[in-house]
Each structure stands twice: as C-alpha cells, then as structure tokens.
Antibody, heavy 118, light 111 residues
Framework: QVQLVESGGGVVQPGGSLRLSCAGSGFTFSGHSMHWVRQAPGKGLEWLTFIRYDGSDKNYADSVKGRFTISRDNSKNTLYLQLNSLRVDDTAVYYC???????????WGQGTLVTVSS | QSALTQPRSVSGSPGQSVTISCTGTNSDVGGYNYVSWYQQHPGKAPKLMIYDVNKRPSGVPDRFSGSKSGNTASLTISGLQADDEADYYCCSYAGTYTVVIFGGGTKLTVL
C-alpha cells in the first residue's frame, strides 16, 4: 500500500539546522510532485513548498523562502527538506504529501515533529 | 498571502447536514476550479475528501459534497455521523507565485 514516512525531526536551538526526509513506497514516486506542509501546535495547516515530479520546478511560501530548501532523489524514492536558520515559530509537525493533480493531495505521511527551543 | 477564511467551528446533530464555507479572492478560490477539502482527526494526518471543487476520491462517502460560487467554496456533509467530528481544511491553488493556500480550519462538532 502507499506509504510516506517522514524522519529527521527533533529538538534544535534557534538558528540551527535540520534535514527532514520523506521516503515513499507503494506508488510511482517519480511520477508525483511532492509538497511539505506543516502544522504548528494547535494551529492549522500551512503549505511550505513543492517540487515538481522531475525536480525541474520548485516554489516556496514567503515564510520559509531563503531558509528552507526542498529536494528529491527519485532513485531513492525520497524527498528532503533542509531547514536552516530555524526560529521558534518554525516549531510544528512537518508533513510530506504527494499530489496527483493541482492541490489534490492524495497521499500524506504521518508527520515528524520539529521543536525549536533554547 | 493570508489563509482562506473558514468559520472556526460548526456543529450539528447526527443525521443533520452542515455546510462549511471557505472564502478567498479571485486570485485563488475564485480564479481556479482547484479547491480541495481535507478532514483531520486529532493526532492524524489530513485525509483528502474533495478535489477539483466537487469531486470525491474513491472511498469517500457521497454524504460529502463540494461546491463553489464566486470566491467562496463550500463543503456540505449530510447525514452527520459521530466519526465526522474532526477539523476540516479547504485548500486552493493560488497561481504560480503563491501556488497553494490553506484555509484556517473549521472544527466540526457532532452533538
């Protein structure tokens, strides 16, 4: 069955860095654009970034532009998110999601928690 | 860009119908027929319920329906069941710069 499994979350100090991974299985990973969406504690969903199925296009929300970088390795069926210059308000559960059409997120991971705290 | 506007909460009794609105602008909801809706139970990942304004993925009951008028999209849940109690989020395509925007979320309580 389709699975997206995030990893790499943890506790980091303000200004620090983390790299999140999202491993896909059970579907043709290389055929789907991939997104990262986060949810701060008790808050709503916030779209962060996407990467086209072949890596040829990327886009970022203003809140993370210049600090976060999305990438993918289709040979490993894995999506990445490099988080730099982390701030306290970046604390959230980070989800990866695969789309099958415009804003049609059929597949979601279980999320990985990033806590930014001194 | 600000989140799409949803009511913070709605409620209904089992068997009743409720409608959740999602208001944006002509740069997102009103500009494209790319609106989706997600159900999220506490501690769980979101689940796709509606896409392309009014289409249901396989496995989603036909009690869930979507529509759009101008800059406002709506999700209607008929025949409310206890398990429908969850948070619901709308989502819209917003063009090549902003790309994707979510609503602030609506908590549905089944009384």
């Amino acid at each position: 069955q389709v699975q997206l499994v995030e990893s790499g979350g943890g506790v980091v100090q303000p200004g620090g860095s983390l790299r999140l991974s999202c491993a896909g299985s059970g579907f043709t990973f290389s055929g789907h654009s991939m997104h990262w969406v986060r949810q701060a504690p008790g808050k709503g969903l916030e779209w962060l970034t996407f990467i086209r199925y072949d890596g040829s296009d990327k886009n970022y929300a203003d809140s993370v532009k210049g600090r976060f970088t999305i990438s993918r390795d289709n040979s490993k069926n894995t999506l990445y998110l490099q988080l730099n210059s982390l701030r306290v308000d970046d604390t959230a559960v980070y989800y990866c999601a695969a789309d099958t059409a415009m804003v049609r997120f059929d597949y979601w991971g279980q999320g990985t928690l990033v806590t930014v705290s001194s | 860009q600000s989140a799409l506007t949803q009511p913070r909460s709605v409620s209904g009794s089992p068997g009743q119908s409720v409608t959740i609105s999602c208001t944006g602008t002509n740069s997102d909801v009103g500009g494209y027929n790319y609106v989706s809706w997600y159900q999220q139970h506490p501690g769980k990942a979101p689940k796709l319920m509606i896409y392309d304004v009014n289409k249901r993925p396989s496995g989603v009951p036909d009690r869930f329906s979507g529509s759009k008028s101008g800059n406002t999209a709506s999700l209607t849940i008929s025949g409310l069941q206890a398990d429908d109690e969850a948070d619901y989020y709308c989502c819209s395509y917003a063009g090549t710069y902003t790309v994707v925007i979510f609503g602030g979320g609506t908590k549905l309580t089944v009384l």
